[in-house]
Protein backbone atom coordinates (compact mmCIF):
# COMPACT_ATOMS: atom_id res chain seq x y z
CA UNK A 1 0.00 0.00 0.00
CA UNK A 2 2.95 2.63 0.56
CA UNK A 3 5.02 1.40 -2.43
CA UNK A 4 1.97 2.20 -4.32
CA UNK A 5 0.67 5.68 -2.62
CA UNK A 6 4.46 6.51 -3.05
CA UNK A 7 4.48 5.76 -6.81
CA UNK A 8 0.99 7.46 -7.30
CA UNK A 9 2.38 10.78 -5.80
CA UNK A 10 5.50 10.68 -7.75
CA UNK A 11 3.67 10.16 -11.06
CA UNK A 12 1.45 13.27 -9.80
CA UNK A 13 4.43 15.30 -9.38
CA UNK A 14 5.81 14.17 -13.11
CA UNK A 15 2.45 15.01 -14.17
CA UNK A 16 2.24 18.64 -12.53
CA UNK A 17 5.91 19.37 -13.56
CA UNK A 18 5.20 18.64 -17.33
CA UNK A 19 2.09 20.62 -16.72
CA UNK A 20 3.96 23.60 -15.71
CA UNK A 21 6.69 23.45 -18.29
CA UNK A 22 4.17 23.29 -20.80
CA UNK A 23 2.45 26.37 -19.23
CA UNK A 24 5.63 28.51 -18.99
CA UNK A 25 6.59 27.88 -22.67
CA UNK A 26 3.28 29.66 -23.52
CA UNK A 27 3.15 32.00 -21.60
CA UNK A 28 2.79 35.70 -22.54
CA UNK A 29 1.72 34.97 -25.73
CA UNK A 30 -1.91 36.08 -26.92
CA UNK A 31 -3.98 34.34 -29.75
CA UNK A 32 -4.37 37.36 -31.95
CA UNK A 33 -6.66 35.20 -34.69
CA UNK A 34 -8.48 32.46 -32.91
CA UNK A 35 -9.78 30.89 -36.10
CA UNK A 36 -13.35 31.61 -35.17
CA UNK A 37 -14.02 35.84 -35.67
CA UNK A 38 -12.50 38.43 -37.39
CA UNK A 39 -13.27 40.58 -34.01
CA UNK A 40 -9.96 42.42 -33.15
CA UNK A 41 -9.03 43.37 -36.65
CA UNK A 42 -9.65 46.13 -39.29
CA UNK A 43 -10.50 45.67 -42.96
CA UNK A 44 -8.40 47.51 -45.33
CA UNK A 45 -8.79 47.54 -48.85
CA UNK A 46 -11.43 45.51 -50.68
CA UNK A 47 -10.71 41.73 -49.48
CA UNK A 48 -12.89 39.18 -49.61
CA UNK A 49 -11.77 37.36 -46.60
CA UNK A 50 -14.00 34.68 -45.30
CA UNK A 51 -13.38 32.17 -42.63
CA UNK A 52 -13.33 28.36 -43.23
CA UNK A 53 -12.29 25.40 -41.52
CA UNK A 54 -10.42 27.21 -38.15
CA UNK A 55 -8.46 29.97 -40.95
CA UNK A 56 -9.29 33.43 -42.58
CA UNK A 57 -8.97 33.32 -46.30
CA UNK A 58 -9.03 35.18 -49.18
CA UNK A 59 -8.76 35.05 -53.12
CA UNK A 60 -10.03 38.26 -54.61
CA UNK A 61 -9.04 41.66 -53.66
CA UNK A 62 -6.07 43.73 -52.15
CA UNK A 63 -5.69 45.28 -48.61
CA UNK A 64 -5.17 44.08 -45.06
CA UNK A 65 -6.66 42.80 -41.44
CA UNK A 66 -4.70 45.10 -38.93
CA UNK A 67 -4.59 45.12 -35.26
CA UNK A 68 -6.06 48.14 -33.76
CA UNK A 69 -2.91 47.48 -31.08
CA UNK A 70 -0.04 48.94 -31.44
CA UNK A 71 3.64 46.60 -30.87
CA UNK A 72 7.29 47.79 -30.19
CA UNK A 73 9.17 44.54 -28.98
CA UNK A 74 7.67 41.42 -29.73
CA UNK A 75 7.80 37.94 -30.97
CA UNK A 76 5.07 36.77 -33.58
CA UNK A 77 4.38 33.31 -35.03
CA UNK A 78 1.66 32.58 -37.74
CA UNK A 79 0.80 29.63 -40.26
CA UNK A 80 -0.02 30.94 -43.32
CA UNK A 81 -0.88 28.95 -46.76
CA UNK A 82 -0.49 30.77 -50.23
CA UNK A 83 -0.54 28.99 -53.35
CA UNK A 84 1.63 29.87 -56.22
CA UNK A 85 0.64 32.32 -57.29
CA UNK A 86 -0.64 34.21 -54.44
CA UNK A 87 1.17 37.67 -52.94
CA UNK A 88 0.81 37.98 -49.33
CA UNK A 89 2.94 38.80 -46.09
CA UNK A 90 2.99 40.08 -42.63
CA UNK A 91 3.53 43.93 -41.67
CA UNK A 92 4.78 44.48 -38.73
CA UNK A 93 5.40 48.83 -37.07
CA UNK A 94 3.10 50.17 -39.81
CA UNK A 95 3.13 53.47 -39.24
CA UNK A 96 -0.52 54.46 -40.81
CA UNK A 97 -2.85 51.38 -40.13
CA UNK A 98 -5.01 53.03 -43.18
CA UNK A 99 -2.46 52.68 -45.77
CA UNK A 100 -0.14 50.13 -44.76
CA UNK A 101 3.11 49.51 -47.39
CA UNK A 102 6.60 48.60 -47.47
CA UNK A 103 7.50 51.98 -47.46
CA UNK A 104 5.77 52.80 -44.05
CA UNK A 105 6.16 49.42 -42.41
CA UNK A 106 8.45 46.47 -42.26
CA UNK A 107 7.13 43.74 -44.91
CA UNK A 108 7.41 40.20 -44.34
CA UNK A 109 7.28 38.84 -47.63
CA UNK A 110 5.06 35.71 -48.94
CA UNK A 111 5.45 35.45 -52.48
CA UNK A 112 7.42 32.89 -54.63
CA UNK A 113 6.63 34.45 -57.68
CA UNK A 114 7.81 38.19 -56.99
CA UNK A 115 9.09 39.74 -60.18
CA UNK A 116 11.85 40.80 -58.60
CA UNK A 117 13.18 38.40 -56.83
CA UNK A 118 15.40 39.84 -54.66
CA UNK A 119 12.57 40.33 -51.94
CA UNK A 120 10.77 37.28 -52.47
CA UNK A 121 9.51 34.62 -49.92
CA UNK A 122 11.38 35.29 -46.43
CA UNK A 123 12.93 39.02 -47.22
CA UNK A 124 11.65 41.80 -45.30
CA UNK A 125 11.10 44.02 -48.94
CA UNK A 126 13.52 46.59 -49.11
CA UNK A 127 15.49 45.96 -46.14
CA UNK A 128 17.07 42.58 -46.21
CA UNK A 129 16.88 39.91 -49.01
CA UNK A 130 16.39 36.18 -47.62
CA UNK A 131 19.81 34.58 -45.98
CA UNK A 132 17.97 31.08 -47.71
CA UNK A 133 15.64 30.55 -50.57
CA UNK A 134 12.22 29.34 -49.31
CA UNK A 135 9.03 28.85 -50.97
CA UNK A 136 5.77 28.92 -49.22
CA UNK A 137 3.75 27.24 -52.08
CA UNK A 138 0.19 24.68 -51.42
CA UNK A 139 1.36 24.20 -47.79
CA UNK A 140 0.89 25.29 -44.83
CA UNK A 141 3.91 27.39 -43.48
CA UNK A 142 5.13 28.33 -40.02
CA UNK A 143 6.29 32.00 -40.41
CA UNK A 144 8.05 33.43 -36.78
CA UNK A 145 8.69 37.22 -36.81
CA UNK A 146 10.75 38.53 -33.51
CA UNK A 147 11.40 42.55 -33.16
CA UNK A 148 13.97 43.10 -30.92
CA UNK A 149 14.78 47.34 -30.98
CA UNK A 150 16.44 47.37 -33.93
CA UNK A 151 17.01 43.61 -34.60
CA UNK A 152 14.56 42.06 -36.68
CA UNK A 153 14.89 38.19 -37.32
CA UNK A 154 12.18 35.74 -39.95
CA UNK A 155 12.24 32.35 -39.60
CA UNK A 156 10.24 30.28 -41.99
CA UNK A 157 9.15 26.52 -41.44
CA UNK A 158 12.59 26.71 -38.96
CA UNK A 159 14.97 28.18 -41.24
CA UNK A 160 16.62 31.33 -40.54
CA UNK A 161 15.58 33.68 -43.87
CA UNK A 162 16.41 37.56 -42.03
CA UNK A 163 18.98 38.68 -39.49
CA UNK A 164 19.10 42.56 -39.77
CA UNK A 165 19.55 45.66 -37.83
CA UNK A 166 17.16 48.81 -39.10
CA UNK A 167 15.63 51.34 -37.03
CA UNK A 168 13.33 52.60 -39.27
CA UNK A 169 9.77 52.07 -37.57
CA UNK A 170 9.92 51.46 -33.71
CA UNK A 171 6.51 50.27 -33.08
CA UNK A 172 2.95 50.40 -35.15
CA UNK A 173 0.41 47.39 -35.58
CA UNK A 174 0.35 44.41 -37.81
CA UNK A 175 -1.30 43.47 -40.64
CA UNK A 176 -1.89 40.35 -42.43
CA UNK A 177 -1.92 40.92 -46.54
CA UNK A 178 -3.93 39.61 -49.36
CA UNK A 179 -2.26 41.51 -52.85
CA UNK A 180 -3.43 40.46 -56.22
CA UNK A 181 -0.15 38.15 -57.08
CA UNK A 182 1.33 36.70 -60.07
CA UNK A 183 -1.33 36.85 -62.94
CA UNK A 184 -3.43 39.11 -61.02
CA UNK A 185 -4.79 35.46 -58.55
CA UNK A 186 -3.67 33.53 -55.48
CA UNK A 187 -5.32 32.48 -52.66
CA UNK A 188 -3.86 32.78 -49.24
CA UNK A 189 -4.77 31.94 -45.20
CA UNK A 190 -3.81 32.85 -41.93
CA UNK A 191 -4.49 30.64 -39.15
CA UNK A 192 -3.15 30.28 -35.51
CA UNK A 193 -1.75 33.99 -35.25
CA UNK A 194 -0.27 34.94 -31.85
CA UNK A 195 1.88 37.85 -30.40
CA UNK A 196 3.89 37.70 -27.45
CA UNK A 197 4.63 41.21 -26.73
CA UNK A 198 8.20 41.95 -24.84
Not at 103 to 129: H, L, Q, S, W
Amino acid sequence: MKRSFVMTVTLLAIAFGFSALGRSQTAGWTTLFNGVTLGGWNRIGDVNWTLAEGAVQADKGVGFLVTPASYADFDLRAEIWADADANSGIFIRCQNPQQVGAANAYEVNIYDKRPDPAFRTGAIVDVARPLAQVDAANRWNVLEISARGSHLTVTFNGTRTVDVNDTKYARGPIALQYGAGANGAGIVKFRKVEIRPL
